[in-house]
């Protein structure tokens, strides 16, 4: 299959990229991000997707699959940057693939979609409504994005669209939101407060996409890795020692002596879980992890300290 | 609780010099030893799929069991109601002012049944919203009362406790100790759509613990409590005063799928009527004669 990859230079994007290669599919790629070190295999074309330059990657390459990985999920982009790109961007691939005759478009989104608060469920599944943009406004934009890929799914029936909505990624790059939260070597939490957190290693991350390339059927589905674990018992997993605030305290000193500077509404995903009930993925796609809660924390603890800083757009901040 | 990402063994297996201490640490590793006995998914860090976590467990039993046993001497009978495994829910009556009655049901599930079952109460929402309240509450697998989690736990074979009455049972003043208030239907639509027996229980003695003469509900609201009760001696601290549980044969209803709340009330009233039952005659018409709880 010709798959192209939006975002293929951030973490997860560079694993599918090499779990398609690896596989035997044709890969090309977009990104704004340079790829230092690709495999030859892939051709990669370093623009934005929004731009008109995209149409003709399309019109090139006839891809039959399309993986989109290119949303920001670093809350620190200016916000309505961040909204053009995850919202004008999701339009743009989904306009061309229908135009160009793409087979399956698989849209990568976030299990923070649903949100966490005090009286939301454990184990959200794919039908519950998006609390996050009560909880978490600054997730507004991923919501939104979500939702838009949805309407693909009527919008253009002849297509097959899956959203994939995985929970955090944590791995051997040391990127992502729940790796900038853990970076430091304190990690602070809300005193009084142990919520469940579920994460998934990239490489299982990168292979639950291109299963769902393969395997998955039209619809939106719940990824997640092995159990989900005790914040606390993750930050010592990671080799990190947990530092305990009371919740004003905690608002007061993030961004602080070396803690991450989470926004302001990120507290509730530090307070309550966001935990996502990944049984139809699986059943669909017999999808399951490789890598178990201990092994993942294990593969990101081994993480460089300060990854490559070009990369991270935004430094040490992150979007939980 | 700072320290919690230490990983010690369930229950401190060492006994204290102090010879009267002797008898309740031995209690302690034991309650360590019920706590492996529970048949639940536990991974090597010896945590569930919902976070329920061993070590945890074996310090609420710990203390639990410090309260069933000797401050309360809580007297059980028909326990044996209680399916040993597969999804029940546990509906009755609330007695006294906060939840000491749910946590009474819950250790006696713990420490007189055998294979021990861990109950999990659906709970009141702002229980949640509490520092260390949330914490513990999720780590001992008592969540809040919403029918996701119902449905989930139960569907996982899980033993659910409900109190229909919700927080206007625990807000009965003293003289209104021994009534019952609205039960809630709730709980009936999800045994009706799960096909979940109804183990009916009656709890007496709560309201003699906790004698509320009177609940203080804007002092409550201002700390994020629904109300605070208060006593003829202010505090509501619970008084030694023996409790009983009584467990009824389990009650089974079948659904067609779409009754109407008329015929959903009615059997609502059935399981009130049992309830009513239970504390009225207590175990006498359950099975044998009420037993002591072991001392």
């Not at chain 1, 399956?104 to 959200?124: E, K, M, S």
Request: include cysteine; aromatic fraction near 10%.
């Amino acid at each position: 299959m010709r798959v192209l990859v939006t975002g293929i230079a951030g973490a997860v994007g560079r694993r599918v990229a090499r779990e398609l290669v690896a596989a035997g599919h044709e890969v090309a790629g977009i990104d704004r991000r340079g790829w230092i070190g690709a495999p030859p295999e892939v051709e990669l074309h370093e623009l934005d997707i929004r731009k008109r330059t995209a149409d003709t990657v399309f019109r090139r390459f006839r891809p039959e699959g399309v993986v989109h990985l290119a949303t920001v999920t670093h809350v620190t982009a200016p916000s309505d940057d961040r909204y053009r790109i995850n919202l004008y961007g999701t339009r743009a691939v989904f306009d061309h693939s229908s135009r160009y005759g793409v087979r399956r478009v698989i849209f990568v989104g976030r299990h923070t979609y649903y949100g966490a608060g005090p009286d939301a469920p454990l184990y959200h599944r794919e039908d519950e409504p998006p609390l996050a943009v009560a909880t978490f406004p600054e997730l507004a934009d991923l919501v939104a994005a979500d939702l838009y890929a949805g309407s693909a799914l009527w919008r253009f029936p002849g297509m097959e669209t899956a959203i994939l909505r995985i929970c955090y990624t944590l791995g051997p790059s040391g990127l992502g939101p729940l790796a900038s939260y853990l970076r430091g070597p304190r990690v602070p939490s809300v005193l009084g407060y142990d919520p469940l957190f579920q994460y998934i290693h990239e490489d299982d991350a990168a292979a639950a996409i291109a299963l769902a390339l393969t395997g998955a059927p039209r619809g939106v589905f719940n990824v997640a890795g092995p159990r989900p674990m005790p914040l606390s018992l993750l930050i010592a997993l990671v080799g990190r020692r947990r530092l305990p605030l009371p919740e004003p305290l905690f608002r007061a000193s993030l961004g602080r002596f070396g803690l991450p500077a989470l926004p302001r509404d990120a507290v509730a995903h530090i307070k309550y879980p966001v935990v996502v009930a990944d049984e139809q993925f699986r059943r669909h796609t017999g999808f399951s992890p490789r890598y178990d809660e201990d092994e993942t924390a294990a593969a990101f603890r081994a993480a460089p300290e300060r990854p490559d800083a070009g990369r991270v757009r935004g430094g040490g901040r992150t979007g939980l | 609780m700072s320290n919690s990402s230490d990983s010690k063994p369930a229950g401190p297996e060492n006994s204290r010099r102090n010879p009267h201490r002797v008898k309740y640490a031995r209690e302690i590793s034991a309650v360590g030893a019920r706590v492996r006995r529970l048949e639940l998914p536990f991974n090597r860090h010896g945590i569930d799929p919902y976070g329920v976590r061993q070590r945890d467990l074996a310090r609420m039993f710990s203390l639990f069991g410090l309260a069933y046993r000797y401050y309360f001497r809580v007297a059980v009978t028909g326990v044996d109601h209680v399916p040993a495994r597969g999804r029940a829910m546990l509906v009755g009556n609330h007695s006294g002012g906060y939840a000491i009655d749910g946590a009474m049901v819950v250790a006696s599930l713990f420490f007189d049944k055998d294979p021990p079952r861990l109950v999990q109460g659906m709970v009141d929402k702002f229980v949640n919203r509490l520092p260390f309240a949330s914490q513990w509450s999720s780590r001992l697998g008592q969540f809040t009362g919403l029918p996701e989690h119902a449905e989930r736990l139960l569907g996982d074979g899980r033993l659910l406790l409900v109190f229909p009455e919700g927080a206007r049972g625990t807000a009965k003043l003293y003289p209104q100790r021994n009534t019952l208030v609205e039960f809630g239907a709730g709980f009936m639509r999800l045994a009706l759509a799960t096909r979940t027996p109804i183990i009916p229980f009656g709890f007496l003695g709560g309201g003699e613990a906790i004698p509320t003469i009177a609940n203080l509900y804007k002092v409550g609201q201002f700390v994020g409590l629904p109300y605070i009760p208060i006593t003829p001696y202010i505090l509501p601290v619970p008084r030694p005063t023996p409790l009983r549980i009584h467990y009824g044969e389990p009650m089974v209803f079948e659904s067609t799928g779409n009754e109407d709340d008329d015929v959903v009330d009615g059997y609502v009233q059935r399981v009130k009527d049992r309830v009513r039952t239970l504390l009225d005659h207590g175990g006498a018409r359950a099975s044998g004669p009420p037993r002591e709880a072991k001392s």
